[in-house]
């Protein structure tokens, strides 16, 4: 039976967008930002504080501290000593957890409405009156040494990872990872902790963003019994990070480990972020990943997989949030034998003649309703709003900016994705990654692995 | 038009300390001319309908022996071409009618999921529609889905979690399909050619069908496109007989890689979901090891020696098989110690049991958190496929708390004795051996 084909179809007309239309925003007295987005279909709330503090903001030599503190935020306070928090959220129902980035720091909880209250007066006491011991302290710092085995030294292509962003991110923090380095983490003690909590957990440096079954008036009341009686008039912490150097010189960092069965490559660039871009070119940059590798007929993925084939996977993405410039990433896994080199010049030839000759109408459709399609769908979930939402306005958006993507990535030209590919990715500058399988001679893979 | 033969309105009910609130999931089950069936939670406040399918029983226990990974190679080249529309048209298809369609495969069975804005469901249940009954599985996309897939195998192939995973299961089902990687390993994948693509789509039929969906349609609307997307299946699957089986207990099993930290896996005989015993095990889990901050393993492991960042037990009620299992990850010279920790835990529950305050909390999360399951369409779908896929019934989102609720101290420990007397679990570990 033939059908009317969808294919034949035009592009699903979208409409006029905008992300979360109903949230909205107010700031205490104390400095501290609160977004709520309302959503009634079922009483239960998504409760998340945001500090402005990531682990770009470490000193140095503490690197990890911002991820260790994340941890320690569960060992209790005056008030609710141990584990009472957590038992409480659990004891209710609620789930919980935690998360640290280069850029923040964030807490959440999500539990049925009438326990709204209660998680936030928990919340505001630990922002505040966190309290450690040494003797709690200790072996969280074993947990997290085991997750950075778990994460990373188990994982080859992970500690590739470090190596790249090390080596992209010339004078940035950026360049440490979030867990920190093996031996400065081991080195952490409570007192780091305690100095870093104190200076960035503050109501003037965090923004609370609540969505589910509320409605803004309820959360002015709230927000003012809990966190508004936290006095703080130190505003926004300033990062004034040193600022990443764009290097004209190629860098290649490899790795190859007893552990790789499977080589792959990957290559990035330092680009700007929604946060350091000029008006329009972050989105045309959102744009461009789409069309180059966002998806399996992108630019990538047909010349390097269906085309050649010289690739059993390729694609690319650009890491937009984020308070500093960012990396733009292109990948690729070869196939049986097909030397790294070659891909990695394949996918440099596909980038230039984007620069080139730019992109074509369907392509620029079809990127277009892909990334607003990811509006709609975004709003089914209170946990995805309020993390599109606390992520943005921690790496330097704000609520006008988040909820106006669509219309400004609908605004996007075929010759800014040009420009923009002509701007950042061609040229010197970028550092290709290569994971390689070891030479499987004896002595050789003793020597790739010298320590054990 | 007949339809609508059924038709259930439950209350998720929050159990909260203070006031207790309640939320209405309307479910309807349709049924269309053509004899599909689908549950239906119409709710137009967001412009998305989630649709969640499986054919019960086409997982990749249907895989022979030589051919594992069929099932999980099926699930990958749907979606590459059905119908006039080879693979990029088809993948354009999509993109362009802002139409999320994937496929995937567990143990058991084999699992569609689509998601429609408002505007582009007809296209999404039309294109659903090619993918099932008319894939074309052209040998460019078989090779190229073949290729992915054992990369992504390779990829994971000197990984200690994978390792271990993979050494429990065929330590623990020697001769079963469960004891096989699901998603195959390179040299069967390499091997996997479009005629067996075409033996697993007899596994795909409207006897094994299940399907939620949730979101900005209503039943009117839907069962026309339920019977232009599924009413072309044949009636009944052709599947091959899974027997049930044991797992294999008291083993304790090793593999080297020299990598810093030794991951753990432990595993042996569960409750049936449909055992009596199943909730109250299912309760005594939760308090073991069931995921959250406060179990047993948590507390010993993680929190008072900080041996690992992720200890855990589950319990997993296969079609074929139950199981009781769970695994740690933790440096290598701390291995012995880690499970000996986890061991005594195993040992105090079947023992001492835990108190009955610990029950009280364990209810309290159990039932409270269940609302939290239904807190978007995408999850509610998910929900309603399960309780079709377990044969719970209609009713089983307002029975459920009550069933928890009534568990015993008593029911606890029954359950704990029947699954830590059924054996010690089969232990698989992999890393460097310390010293």
Not at chain 1, 140 to 155: K, M, P, Y
């Amino acid at each position: 039976m033939l059908m009317t084909l969808p294919a034949a179809a035009e592009p699903v007309d979208l409409g006029e967008l905008t992300l979360a239309p109903n949230a909205s925003s107010f700031t205490l007295d104390n400095g501290l930002q609160v977004v709520v987005i309302p959503d009634r279909r079922a009483p239960i709330v998504t409760h998340m504080i945001w500090y402005k503090v990531g682990s770009a903001d470490e000193p140095a030599g503490k690197s990890g501290i911002a991820h260790y503190l994340e941890h320690l935020m569960f060992k209790g306070t005056e008030t609710h000593p141990g584990s009472e928090f957590s038992t409480t959220v659990a004891r209710v129902g609620g789930k919980e957890n935690a998360f640290t980035s280069n850029d923040y720091t964030a807490y959440f909880q999500q539990v049925s409405k009438e326990n709204l209250a209660e998680m936030m007066g928990f919340e505001a006491d630990r922002m505040k009156n966190l309290q450690l011991t040494p003797e709690v302290s200790a072996p969280e710092l074993n947990v997290v040494q085991e997750e950075r085995r778990a994460r990373i030294e188990t994982r080859p292509s992970a500690e590739l990872g470090e190596a790249l962003d090390a080596t992209l991110y010339v004078n940035h923090p950026y360049g440490d990872p979030v867990i920190g380095w093996p031996d400065e983490l081991a080195n952490l003690t409570f007192e780091d902790a305690l100095n870093f909590y104190r200076s960035f957990y503050r109501p003037g440096n965090a923004v609370l963003v609540i969505a589910g079954d509320v409605t803004e008036d309820e959360i002015r009341s709230l927000a003012q019994d809990t966190y508004g009686q936290i006095a703080d008039d130190l505003g926004t912490f300033d990062r004034d990070r040193p600022k990443a150097q764009h290097l004209r010189s190629d860098r290649l960092v490899e790795l190859r480990d007893p552990r790789v069965s499977q080589p792959s490559t990957q290559t990035a660039w330092l680009v700007p972020s929604y946060a350091t871009a000029e008006p329009g070119e972050a989105e045309a940059l959102d744009i461009l990943s789409e069309i180059l590798g966002g998806n399996n007929t992108s630019r990538l993925y047909t010349s390097l997989v269906r085309e050649e084939p010289l690739a059993t996977n390729a694609g690319a993405w650009y890491q937009s949030s984020a308070i500093d410039d960012t990396r733009f990433i292109v990948y690729a896994v070869p196939q049986d034998g097909v030397p790294l080199d070659t891909i990695e010049t394949k996918a440099r030839a596909l980038i230039a003649d984007i620069a080139e000759n730019g992109v074509g109408d369907e392509e620029m459709a079809r990127a277009r309703t892909s990334l607003l399609a990811s509006v709609i769908f975004a709003q089914d979930s209170q946990s995805s709003l309020a993390r599109i939402f606390g992520s943005a306005l921690t790496t330097g958006s704000s609520v006008e900016d988040v909820q106006e993507w669509p219309t400004r990535i609908a605004a996007v030209t075929a010759e800014d994705v040009q420009n923009a590919a002509r701007k950042f990715l061609v040229g010197g500058g970028a550092v290709t990654g290569r994971l390689l399988v070891a030479d499987t001679a004896p002595d050789a893979a003793a020597a790739a692995n010298p320590t054990e | 038009m007949y339809y609508a033969l059924n038709r259930a309105i439950v209350a998720v009910a929050f159990f909260a300390a203070s006031i207790g609130s309640a939320s209405a999931i309307d479910i309807q089950e349709v049924t269309t001319p053509k004899g599909v069936s689908a549950w239906l939670v119409s709710d137009d406040t967001v412009p998305v309908v989630a649709v969640d399918i499986a054919f019960k029983n086409a997982g990749s226990s249907q895989d022979p022996a030589e051919k594992a990974g069929r099932a999980n190679l099926l699930a990958a080249t749907l979606d590459e071409g059905a119908g006039d529309l080879d693979s990029v048209a088809f993948q354009n298809a999509l993109l362009e009618g802002a139409v999320q369609l994937s496929f995937d495969s567990s143990r058991d069975h084999l699992y569609g999921d689509l998601s429609t804005i408002s505007s582009s469901v007809e296209r999404g249940f039309d294109l659903l529609h090619l993918a099932l009954t008319q894939p074309r599985f052209d040998q460019e996309a078989v090779d190229r889905m073949k290729g992915q897939i054992i990369a992504g195998l390779r990829r994971e192939e000197k990984d200690p979690d994978t390792v271990v995973a993979q050494l429990w299961a065929r330590t623990a089902f020697p001769d079963h399909p469960y004891g096989t990687p699901s998603n195959g390993i390179p040299e069967t994948v390499a091997t996997l050619t479009r005629d067996d693509l075409v033996a697993a789509t007899r596994g795909l039929a409207k006897d094994n069908l299940m399907i939620a969906v949730v979101g900005d349609i209503d039943a009117e609307t839907l069962i026309p496109l339920l019977d232009r997307a599924f009413g072309d299946l044949p009636d009944t699957a052709e599947l091959t007989d899974v027997p049930p089986v044991e797992p294999e207990t008291g083993l304790t099993v090793s593999e080297t890689i020299d990598t810093p930290q030794t991951a753990i896996r432990f595993g042996g005989p569960g409750l049936a979901r449909e055992d009596d015993d199943f909730i109250p095990a299912f309760v005594m889990n939760h308090i073991l090891g069931g995921g959250s901050f406060s179990s047993w393993l948590f507390s010993e492991v993680r929190e008072k020696r900080g041996l690992a960042y992720s200890v855990y037990s589950y319990l997993a009620p296969f079609e074929h098989a139950a199981i009781f299992g769970g695994g740690t990850a933790t440096r290598n010279d701390q291995a012995d110690e880690a499970l000996d920790v986890i061991r005594a835990q195993f040992e105090r529950m079947a023992n001492e049991g835990p108190t009955e305050e610990e029950l009280a909390d364990a209810k309290a999360y159990l039932t409270g958190s269940y609302a939290l399951r239904f807190d978007s369409s995408s999850a509610i779908a998910r929900q309603l496929l399960f309780i079709q896929l377990e044969e719970l019934g209609m009713d089983y989102i307002d029975k459920r708390n009550a069933l928890i609720e009534a568990v015993t101290l008593d029911d606890v420990k029954r359950a704990a004795t029947r699954i830590f007397g059924e054996g010690v679990p089969t232990v698989a570990v992999v890393g460097a051996p310390a010293g």
